[in-house]
């Protein structure tokens, strides 16, 4: 029960995936509609899930008095401040000038860019100290990054222009390695890739892959 | 609370406060004083190199400083570059002027603010091309977030002289469908039918109430559609499901860092054009000739990679030379094992 | 309420960046914010769009009782929040990884494996003339020819049942040689990404909020 009905149910819609592409016709075609929906809202609900859950740890920390559990108080009180508001406002909570809105491009927005935005300071020091032309493939990893780094702004050309080099010339074997070496190499990882994520699929349709079920 | 920590946050609380009052603005250096600067930061480079081939390696907050300088003077800088143009961006430019006015856009917004400084110069550029020439725009997103930078977008667009004079109606020359979870699936479903995926628009307007997606059944009524893509569900997805399947004709903005993934299908032709992170928003605004925030960015993009390529040229310097000049200590101190 | 969004703005963009000196509490301050705000901001934006505009409005207005068997698969996915009844949340999670799964063995072998492998075996000069990419120019014919060597080089790499010796370790050389020009690339774009948004939260702290950028 626990599972054979979960890989019951794996089998089934999995082959009906695979088969509803070869037949677009009724009862496939609608099935398929039906199907669509309910995955649509399985994952919002998946993703509540993991709202709900991260309440759940928080509060928990707080109960417990954990270390830093003042942080906990404050991630808390900033969900229910942003879900609050949201539900108040309605179906237009998304409106200019809405206090959703306003939470969005005030707070929400600053806090997410500046956290990816970090990444360029530590991606330039990891490179100072461990960026290494030990080899031959590193070397022509770091000569082709050199290449695409330089080709790619405009400083590029200016910089092939003042050692010689005719106008233009740095972008154009940037766009040559993008258009041709890139694509190979990007071109056989995305087949290998492929191929890996058709055979698991295939695992996981007949049953013979079911770590996803977790333990008992 | 650490004593230092009070400290470093009251001397930050000082310098925000000299240069929000007491700094005249806007700051902008000449063309020399960009070069002094630039010879000045190269001969601190140069000392750096030195110092690192004794076998000084600089801290990494001494990297920090670099990249920010590198980052935020050419911000105040006077510099202008010419910037060339890809084929990839000038598909894309080609595909939307080849479009007859009153033709069907359909953009879709998979990437949220992190992304927004490399995405949003090209949405807006887009934006401001297509209502130039009179073509209509179905918007959506597959990341919750992306509907909303889409209205961001198109409220600077509107504001431009050009595109204001045409007095452009919601829901007759462009509509915001929102957002739709289930990645992939949300994509397939609309190759059936969009209305079941967006029944409502952004604002819960029916579908139907919409005259310009009222007949708008599925991707065969779409003349176009572009692409801004953050990561997953993205670029990726869309060509496995609408351009492959549903046969639409698509081109893509993606962040740099995913671009490289997309030339095989750019080279397929699953995708007619594409723009990369930054650089291809510059390129997009020079092809169209509607100059903008990526354009300006460029200086400080040149800067920064320059600084990146300097940092990897010093630390292999170091490597090389510090390995052969311990070598010799090692020899002349009779060792050599 | 604009002035003093910017402020805020600002005062979370510091905090954030204060993180390269070292870890301290106003970064603390504002990584708690951002995880609750963001948390928050999903639950209310897939209440609205999803629970409220694909599954209440449908069954309203449109009278589609279907959708009760996806939300009743919704319901039992939360009941893993009730530890004594959340192995039940295993029937939704495996409605989804059955989609999944059979949705992409037909998505990636048609589009990364069909598309691909056919574009790769271009003939040498195309009869589409005028075509930017596929003339038959010289430039486009070594571009053929370095992406079908490139492609199948690459693929012998990764093919681990035999051992990399003779012939094919010299074509697994090559493959190499070809993947690490293409990480180069990858790692040149990566670390434009990554600039781009760093300049983004610059212009905002010196335009936006400072107004020292022209």
């Known amino acids: 029960m626990r599972r054979e009905i979960p890989l019951l149910i794996t089998a089934i819609v999995g082959i009906f995936f695979v088969l509803q592409y070869f037949i677009p016709h009724p009862p496939f075609n609608r099935l398929n509609g039906w199907f669509s929906d309910w995955f649509s809202i399985i994952g919002a ?84 100290r461990a960026f290494r032309a030990r080899n031959l493939e590193a070397s022509l990893l770091l000569v082709a990054a050199f290449l695409v780094m330089l080709g790619r702004v405009p400083v590029g050309d200016a910089i092939g222009v003042s050692l010689g080099l005719p106008e233009t010339n740095i972008s154009k074997v940037a766009v040559w390695i993008m258009n041709t070496i890139n694509t190979a190499g990007q071109r056989a990882i995305l087949i290998g890739i492929a191929l890996g994520v058709v055979s698991t699929s295939l695992r996981i349709i007949l049953g013979i892959e079911r770590s996803y079920l977790g333990s008992e | 609370m650490t004593r230092g920590e009070l400290m470093a946050y009251l001397v930050i609380v000082a310098v925000v406060l000299l240069l929000a009052f007491a700094v005249p603005k806007p700051i902008s250096f000449s063309t020399t004083v ?33 990249v920010g300088m590198a980052v935020i003077l050419p911000l105040f800088m006077t510099i202008s570059q010419p910037i060339p143009l890809s084929p990839e961006v000038k598909q894309v430019y080609d595909a939307v002027v080849a479009l007859k006015p009153g033709s069907k856009v359909l953009v879709s917004f998979d990437y949220d603010p992190p992304s927004a400084p490399e995405l949003q110069p090209m949405a807006e550029t887009f934006f401001r091309l297509c209502l130039s020439r009179d ?19 198109m409220r600077k667009t509107l504001e431009y ?100 993934q997309m030339y095989p299908y750019l080279r397929a032709r699953q995708l007619v054009g594409l723009l990369g992170g930054l650089n291809g928003a510059a390129e997009f605004e020079r092809a169209a000739d509607m100059i903008g925030k990526a ?20 630390g292999n310097a170091a490597f090389f030379l510090g390995d052969k000049s311990r070598k010799r200590k090692q020899e002349a101190a009779g060792g050599g094992h | 309420m604009e002035i003093f969004g910017t402020w805020l703005a600002a005062f979370f963009t510091l905090g954030i960046i ?31 769009d999803n629970i409220h505009g694909l599954f209440w409005e449908r069954i309203t207005e449109r009278h589609d009782y279907w959708l009760l068997i996806g939300a009743s698969l919704g319901l039992m996915m939360l009941l893993r929040l009730i530890p004594p009844i959340g192995w039940i949340s295993r029937w939704p999670l495996s409605f989804v990884v059955g989609a999944t799964a059979g949705l992409y063995i037909i998505n990636y072998f048609a589009s990364n494996v069909m598309v691909q492998v056919e574009n790769t075996l271009m003939p040498l000069f195309s009869a589409k003339f005028g075509d930017p990419l596929f003339s038959a120019s010289p430039y486009s014919i070594v571009g053929n020819i370095v992406v079908a060597a490139g492609t199948f080089t690459g693929l012998v790499y990764f093919f681990f049942s035999k051992e990399h010796k ?36 610059m212009d905002f702290i010196f335009g936006d909020w400072l107004g020292l950028i022209r």
Not at chain 1, 87 to 94: L, P, S, V, Y
Not at chain 2, 36 to 65: P, S, Y
Not at chain 3, 24 to 43: H, M, P
Request: glycine fraction near 10%; charged fraction near 15%; aromatic fraction near 16%.
């Open chain 2, 34 to 66: 960009s070069y002094i600067i630039v010879g000045f930061i190269a001969l601190v480079l140069l000392i750096i190199f030195v110092r690192t081939i004794q076998g000084n390696m600089v801290g990494r907050r001494i990297v920090f400083l670099f």
């Open chain 2, 135 to 153: 073509l209509k725009i179905v918007i959506m997103g597959l990341w919750p977030q992306g509907p909303q930078q889409a209205e961001i977008a």
């Open chain 2, 295 to 314: 354009t300006k960015f460029m200086v400080s993009q040149s800067f920064s990679h320059i600084i990146v390529i300097a940092f990897i040229i010093i």
């Open chain 3, 166 to 201: 003779g012939a094919f370790g010299g074509m697994a050389k090559i493959g190499i040689w070809t993947i690490m020009i293409t990480f180069g690339a990858s790692f040149g774009y990566t670390v434009m990404s990554r600039m781009s948004l760093l300049i983004g939260r």
């Open chain 1, 45 to 128: 609900c998946a993703i509540w899930l993991g709202a709900l859950n991260l309440i759940r740890i928080s509060a928990d920390k707080i109960y417990r008095k954990r270390s830093d559990w003042g942080f906990s108080v404050v991630i808390i009180l900033s969900f229910l401040l942003i879900v609050v508001i949201g539900f108040k406002e309605g179906r237009d909570f998304r409106n200019p000038g809405s206090g959703f809105d306003w939470l969005y491009n005030f707070i929400y927005t600053p806090l997410s860019a500046t956290m990816f935005a970090l990444l360029a300071f530590f991606v330039a020091s990891a490179s100072y």
């Open chain 3, 18 to 48: 204060s993180f390269l000196y070292r870890d301290n509490a106003w970064y603390k301050l504002c990584e708690s914010i951002f995880v609750g705000i963001s948390a928050g901001y999903w639950f209310v934006t897939l209440f609205w």
């Open chain 2, 161 to 260: 002289p050009e595109i204001a004079s045409k007095n452009l109606r919601y829901g007759i020359d462009y509509v915001n469908l929102g957002f739709q979870t289930g990645n992939e699936f949300v994509i397939q479903r609309m190759g059936g039918d969009f209305k079941s995926m967006f029944p409502t628009d952004l604002n819960g307007t029916a579908y139907d109430s919409l005259p310009l997606v009222r007949n708008v059944r599925n991707f065969s009524n779409i003349d176009y559609a572009f692409h801004l893509s953050a990561g997953y569900p993205g670029t990726v997805e869309w060509v496995q499901v609408a351009v492959d399947r549903y046969g639409l004709k698509m081109g893509a903005g993606n962040t740099a860092v995913q671009t490289t």
